[in-house]
């Protein structure tokens, strides 16, 4: 599927997450923050592994900075899709149209002097609310800051589905995973793909929820052990990892541009690589997942409720 391209080149189904090369970030972390020299190790990897697409944001500490130095450095600036996102708007600036318009501008014009490019290759606002000034990053896309705007959705669906027919987006990053249905329930991904709108799927392992050994599974999150059970006794069968079953079941949906994985080594970056590489599941095992009965509770399934604010996105 070709929903985008850059420099003529269609994105890679597998976006590289980089919130971990600017702060210690998800629920199945153990290493921390990684250092320099890794990060020009994990991006190497992906980028000779066909990777062109990666995923950062204001908001994600260094990251911004780490990955423009990395990019530079390496030489391949000019051939990677960077998706970056505008800082979540104040209270203040969320009431004040004008003072909305000028904390963005002033937020993608931070973003292309720490990435170190003139024009962006593609904004999202964070978070979902903030969409609501939508107009106002189409507005910086016109006078030739960035390439594509877009908006980083919630959990539920129904405001994507608002972003799509509204004419103003041209990407959406979505979350969804084995687990999480509901925006691939309520077609959301189709209706963009229809309408030649790139759909960036995130939190493919449930920020690490899906993957980390079950007896690490923190005590409030306990619940999802039984349906963890049933999808790794499917994986079983078929002979793969819980990991990749997760990931290839996400890479069997219609309407899903590219996939964000996140990774703290290049061991992550070469798994990843060999998932995608094996490409969609066949049609009968993604029915068998399809028929499982998988009832997690709501607040498990969101990663914006869990105690740790640290590792909602």
């Not at 003529?8 to 971990?20: D, F, N």
């Not at 963005?104 to 904004?123: A, F, K, T, Y």
């Not at 290839?248 to 219609?254: G, H, N």
């Amino acid at each position: 599927m070709e929903l985008l391209k850059w420099n003529g080149e269609p994105l890679s189904r597998m976006m590289l997450g980089t919130v971990q090369f600017g702060m210690p970030y998800g629920i199945a972390n153990r290493s921390g923050q990684p250092e320099y020299s890794e990060v020009l190790s994990i991006l190497k990897e992906a980028i000779d592994g066909g990777v062109n697409a990666l995923d950062t944001a204001a908001a994600y500490g260094t990251s911004e900075e780490v990955l423009g130095r990395a990019l530079r450095e390496l030489g391949v600036a000019d051939r990677m899709f960077v998706v970056t996102k505008v800082r979540p708007l104040t209270p203040e600036e969320l009431s004040n149209p004008e003072a909305a318009g000028r904390a963005i501008e002033e937020s993608v014009h931070e973003s292309r002097r720490r990435l170190r490019l003139d024009r962006l290759p593609g904004v999202l606002f964070h978070r979902e609310a903030d969409g609501a000034f939508v107009e106002a990053l189409v507005e910086l896309r016109r006078r030739g800051f960035l390439e594509h705007a877009g908006v980083s959705c919630n959990n539920f669906p129904g405001p994507a589905e608002a972003f799509v027919r509204s004419g103003n987006v041209s990407a959406l990053q979505i979350p969804g995973n084995i687990l999480d249905r509901r925006h691939q329930q309520s077609g959301i991904f189709r209706l963009a793909e229809d309408r030649g709108i790139g759909v960036y799927l995130r939190s493919v392992y449930l920020q690490g929820l899906l993957v980390m050994p079950e007896g690490e599974i923190p005590p409030h999150l306990s619940e999802i052990i039984p349906a963890r059970r049933r999808l790794q006794s499917v994986a079983d069968g078929a002979g793969l990892s819980l990991g990749e079953l997760s990931l290839r079941y996400m890479l069997s949906q219609r309407g899903v541009t590219s996939i964000l994985t996140g990774v703290e080594n290049v061991d992550q970056v070469r798994r990843n690589l060999a998932a995608f590489a094996a490409g969609p599941l066949g049609s009968d095992l993604v029915e068998a997942i399809d028929s499982l009965a998988l009832e997690v509770p709501e607040d498990v399934m969101t990663p914006s409720t869990w105690s740790n604010p640290s590792q909602t996105r």
